[in-house]
């Protein structure tokens, strides 16, 4: 009981990595009375007893060359070697020594063997989640253990149902730690498991989930629907950190849902004062990302130009491109600060905070550009100098526009030659002078007739056709991302007459209507008579 309140003692001490007022505790008579009898009876304590004040007394950085650790250390070292301790006492001491001496400790090699003799199948969840625990601070780094792993991996898989939430989110939070990629099938099951303790996770046992979740690219349904129903009602006592983390989990997962976003965007306006510049960022990149404007959208916007009028200067370079950029897809112009964006000292800024630019930076300050030049006429701002502009927005990896589904377009493509009669009626992945590649384009004379895709005179119309697989909307709905949703406005001020043919309405048609329905979404007004 002693030791337990010792180690009580060490959590509130500790702030961090240091204690918050070590010369009142280490100089306190009650606290040195409590070491002196540790000193002098560690024989007389119990297993669990000695290595949680061997533990405690670690986090409280007791000297490790005093007398009192070195008697509780070669105790532990003697019952070690006759085979006393239990499991969760063998991981509690492999913490502690791992603390102390780090990975590279001799007694921390004989604890891991020790571990990697017994039999998992006979481990409790308990009993799992400590091993789990030990290897996670730092015993299991490199890839160390890795067969251990599988084999607690596997017995983890059989005891998932019967788990405690605590015990679920420790396994979740030790997977994402020792990287278990080839244990998708252990994550997929805590992670159903974990969709009845939403109602009740703290702040951080939410964090973990979500970290897990993105980590392994899984997104649950039923874990969003349970989100949807109590994170509404947490949303203004939430930390802000779990909130971010909440929108990042739905942006990464394109996951648009009106209840999580409406009360992001209500707690925002009344307690974002207090949030980190990082924090303001992950809340609202994800309106823009996944297109959505709340119900209080004049509010909110209102609250982030306040925000950036006073801590302009405390947002990292590309953290503040990020939240203007993603302010533009949902048509919120960055008017007032865009002036700063593209002077001189800015520019330098970002460049410093990587190695050079990457294209992607480029493609977003070229597109915020032209939405400055497009959308805002009245903007008399400077201009972004030529050297910062990209000549196409497609960039590899991540890219402010997308590539085309080679599937559906493939389909379209057939169709589109039977319709128009032959191949060269029409060209595919078109650079256009002003960045945006077509997914297909078709030019028309001033009388309306097709004319050859290689054509460079007398032409009157262009036809950009938009071939949006789902990977171009949220999950499980027909709202286009904010990526999408800006090229085809911009596209139309360009000049182009713009045909979205989606794959929720081109997918269910059969191969005899494809023709047919080409043909009243590029040509409405023009009856098909022969070609």
């Not at 925002?268 to 207090?274: A, E, I, L, P």
Request: aromatic share 10%.
């Amino acid at each position: 009981m002693t030791a337990a309140a010792l180690l009580k003692i060490s959590q509130i001490e500790r702030d961090g990595n240091e204690l918050k007022n070590p010369a009142v505790l280490l100089e306190n008579e009650v606290f040195k009375a409590l070491c002196f009898q540790f000193e002098h009876e560690s024989l007389r304590l119990s297993n669990t007893g000695l290595v949680t004040a061997l533990y405690a007394y670690v986090q409280l950085y007791v000297d490790p060359e005093s007398t009192l650790m070195v008697r509780l250390l070669s105790e532990c070292q003697l019952r070690l070697n006759k085979g006393q301790l239990l499991i969760k006492d063998i991981c509690l001491l492999g913490k502690a020594l791992l603390d102390l001496e780090g990975p590279r400790c001799r007694m921390l090699k004989q604890i891991m063997e020790e571990i990697q003799g017994q039999k998992t199948d006979d481990w409790t969840s308990e009993e799992i989640a400590m091993v789990y625990n030990l290897l996670e601070a730092g015993v299991g780094e490199g890839g160390n253990y890795q067969q251990l792993l599988n084999k607690m991996n596997i017995h983890a898989l059989h005891l998932a149902s019967r788990m405690s939430r605590k015990v679920k989110n420790d396994i979740l939070n030790a997977m994402v730690i020792l990287k278990q990629t080839r244990a998708i099938p252990l994550v997929i099951n805590l992670c159903k498991q974990s969709v009845r303790h939403v109602p009740h996770f703290s702040d951080q046992e939410l964090i973990v989930v979500l970290n897990a979740l993105m980590y392994f690219g899984h997104s649950d349904r039923f874990f969003t629907d349970a989100l949807e129903r109590n994170f509404p009602q947490k949303a203004f006592i939430m930390q802000p950190e779990a909130i971010s983390k909440v929108m990042q989990y739905c942006s990464q997962r394109r996951i648009l849902s009106a209840p999580i976003f409406d009360a992001v965007a209500e707690s925002f306006v009344y307690n974002s004062d207090n949030f980190t510049t990082e924090e303001i960022a992950l809340q609202i990149i994800p309106f823009g990302k996944l297109n959505y404007l709340p119900p209080n959208a004049g509010q909110l916007f209102r609250k982030i130009e306040n925000l950036l009028r006073g801590r302009f200067s405390q947002f990292q370079p590309r953290t503040l491109l990020n939240l203007l950029h993603s302010c533009i897809l949902i048509e919120r112009f960055p008017v007032n600060f865009v002036a700063k964006i593209f002077s001189p000292y800015f520019l330098q800024q970002l460049e410093a905070e990587g190695i050079g630019f990457d294209k992607f930076v480029l493609a977003q300050l070229t597109q915020l550009f032209m939405t400055m030049k497009l959308e805002c006429r009245t903007f008399e701002g400077p201009n972004l100098p030529p050297k910062y502009r990209v000549k196409s927005f497609l960039t590899p990896g991540r890219s402010v526009e997308s590539v085309v589904d080679e599937h559906l377009y493939s389909k379209v493509k057939n169709a589109l030659t039977d319709l128009l009669g032959a191949r060269n009626y029409f060209a595919s992945r078109v650079l256009t002078p002003y960045g945006y590649t077509l997914d297909a384009e078709i030019i028309l004379d001033e009388e309306g007739y097709v004319l050859p895709a290689s054509q460079r005179e007398e032409i009157f119309r262009r036809i950009a056709l938009c071939i949006d697989d789902q990977r171009r909307f949220s999950v499980n709905s027909h709202n286009l991302l904010g990526k999408e949703t800006i090229k085809q406005r911009q596209l139309r001020l360009l000049g182009y007459d713009v045909v979205q043919i989606p794959f929720y309405e081109f997918d269910k048609l059969q191969n005899s209507e494809m023709i047919e329905y080409l043909h009243k979404k590029i040509f409405p007004y023009s009856y098909r008579l022969a070609w």
